[in-house]
């Protein structure tokens, strides 16, 4: 049995002709702004003073609806124009100066880390290694010998 796989997925689906649902709330918004304008400045005034403004919105409102440039949306590609002019052109790098970017996922990963893991054990002396080896791990040293070890260790880590 066949079926029928859809080729543009990624096409948002249309609503009425052409328009999406999108464009239809777009225009439907705007065309709503521009409406009010008109209906609050024709009893007052001559078709010069209420047509500019009812133009310029109807205008902003076609370009947000269809408008696109180079493959985006008007909208995206307004938002980089002005983020591109407001961020500084050129960005100079000094080491050490400044603090690193660390995301909250790369806290989360660090957390985890430390949480798995295991705390380090003390390392053991190789003679102590080869004494436990030698002896089963049965140890015969007796409590006098320990303390020679251990006062050993400690003059040779705190000599004054």
Same mark, same amino acid.
């Given at each position: %049995?066949?079926? +029928?796989?859809?080729? !543009?997925?990624?096409?948002?689906? =249309?609503?009425?002709?052409?328009? =999406?649902?999108?464009? *239809? #709330? %777009?225009?439907?918004?705007?065309?709503?702004? #521009?409406?009010?304008?008109?209906?609050? *400045?024709?009893? @007052?005034?001559?078709?010069?003073?209420?047509?500019?403004?009812?133009?310029?919105? #109807?205008?902003? @409102?076609?370009?947000? #609806?269809?408008?696109?440039?180079? $493959?985006?949306?008007?909208? +995206?590609?307004? %938002?980089?124009?002005?983020?591109? /002019?407001? *961020?500084?052109?050129?960005?100079?790098?000094?080491?050490?100066?400044? @603090?690193?970017?660390? $995301?909250?996922?790369? !806290?989360?990963? &660090? +957390?985890?880390?430390?949480? =798995?893991?295991?705390?380090?054990?003390?390392?053991? $002396?190789? &003679? &102590?290694?080869? /004494?436990?080896? !030698? @002896?089963?791990?049965?140890? &015969?040293?007796?409590?006098? !010998?320990? +303390?020679?070890?251990?006062?050993?260790?400690? /003059?040779? /880590?705190?000599?004054?």
């Amino acid at each position: %049995m066949q079926y +029928k796989v859809p080729q !543009d997925v990624q096409r948002e689906d =249309t609503i009425i002709g052409p328009i =999406t649902l999108k464009q *239809l #709330a %777009m225009l439907g918004g705007g065309g709503g702004v #521009a409406y009010v304008i008109y209906v609050s *400045l024709v009893k @007052t005034y001559y078709w010069q003073v209420w047509l500019p403004p009812v133009a310029i919105v #109807a205008a902003i @409102t076609v370009a947000f #609806a269809f408008l696109k440039i180079h $493959s985006l949306p008007f909208h +995206k590609f307004l %938002m980089n124009f002005i983020e591109y /002019n407001l *961020l500084p052109k050129q960005r100079v790098w000094i080491q050490g100066t400044a @603090t690193p970017f660390i $995301s909250s996922l790369q !806290d989360k990963k &660090e +957390k985890k880390k430390q949480i =798995t893991q295991e705390p380090k054990k003390k390392q053991k $002396s190789l &003679e &102590e290694l080869t /004494n436990i080896l !030698d @002896t089963h791990g049965e140890s &015969e040293i007796t409590k006098e !010998d320990k +303390k020679e070890k251990l006062n050993k260790i400690i /003059n040779q /880590n705190y000599k004054k």
